[in-house]
């Protein structure tokens, strides 16, 4: 059956060390993966999207790589602060391609500590 | 656009009561989608529709579930009769297509739903 997985575990880093949060996903080929942020009481916000050719794409403090090989992609926070503390989510698309099913994995805590 | 909007943003009713969350999608966005977020089981989508129409619903959990898009701007996800493992907060998203694949998801700010 088709599974995304994240780390189920919350992740606790200092502030200024880089996070790194991975997301694999089995049974699936997707064209595309997307991670988001959601805070407390809110509903997801899109962070970044990579396609299956691109092997990294980086935004601010942000680094993304997906391995199509492996069926993995790893979310880095550079440089972390408290502020980055939040669920990360993966999210890719689902079923057969091309279908605009949006599917999400559980996503990982991270703590960022002072 | 003020974004995905969802209504009631809580709602509280008793087991056995029919129960009808509402979403207004981002203009101009042709998939919409619902979620439903728990503890135990993450953001699990429901259904999602595609230019008004039900694409897959094979994530609504049972025939209590029901969901509507009667056009563009509106729709609905109904629960009827509610039970007390409904209880979770529901998500309304919305999306564009662009080529062969789909834009950025945004999200309404959720309905909290308890079924006691």
């Known amino acids: 059956s088709q599974k995304i997985e994240q780390n189920s575990e919350a992740l606790n880093i200092q502030e200024g060390k880089t996070a790194t949060l991975t997301c694999n996903y089995t049974?699936?080929?997707?064209?595309?993966l997307q991670w988001y942020r959601q805070d407390p009481g809110r509903g997801p916000v899109f962070l970044l999207l990579?396609?299956?050719?691109?092997k990294e794409k980086r935004k601010e403090r942000l680094k993304v790589t997906f391995d199509t090989t492996l069926k993995q992609s790893l979310f880095h926070i550079t440089a972390s602060q408290p502020a980055d503390s939040a669920t990360y989510l993966c999210?890719?698309?689902?079923?057969?391609?091309?279908?605009?099913?949006?599917?999400f994995g559980q996503g990982t805590t991270l703590q960022v500590k002072p | 656009d003020a974004g995905v909007i969802q209504s009631p943003r809580h709602e509280v009713t008793e087991m056995g009561q029919e129960v009808t969350l509402r979403c207004k999608p981002i203009?101009?966005?042709?998939?919409l989608f619902w979620y439903r977020q728990t503890m135990m089981r993450g953001l699990e989508l429901l259904i999602y529709?595609?230019?008004?129409?039900?694409?897959?619903d094979s994530g609504m959990p049972e025939d209590r579930f029901s969901a509507k898009m009667p056009n563009a701007s509106f729709s609905t996800l109904k629960i009827q009769p509610s039970e007390p493992r409904d209880s979770a907060v529901y998500f309304c998203?919305?999306?564009?297509?662009?080529?062969?694949?789909?834009?950025?998801?945004?999200f309404g700010q959720g309905t909290r739903l308890t079924v006691v």
């Open positions: 529709f595609n230019n008004n129409v039900p694409i897959d």
């Open positions: 203009s101009g966005h042709d998939y």
């Open positions: 049974n699936y080929s997707p064209a595309y």
């Open positions: 990579i396609r299956e050719n691109e």
């Open positions: 998203a919305s999306s564009a297509r662009q080529g062969l694949e789909n834009t950025e998801a945004f």
């Open positions: 999210a890719l698309e689902g079923g057969s391609s091309n279908t605009g099913k949006l599917i």
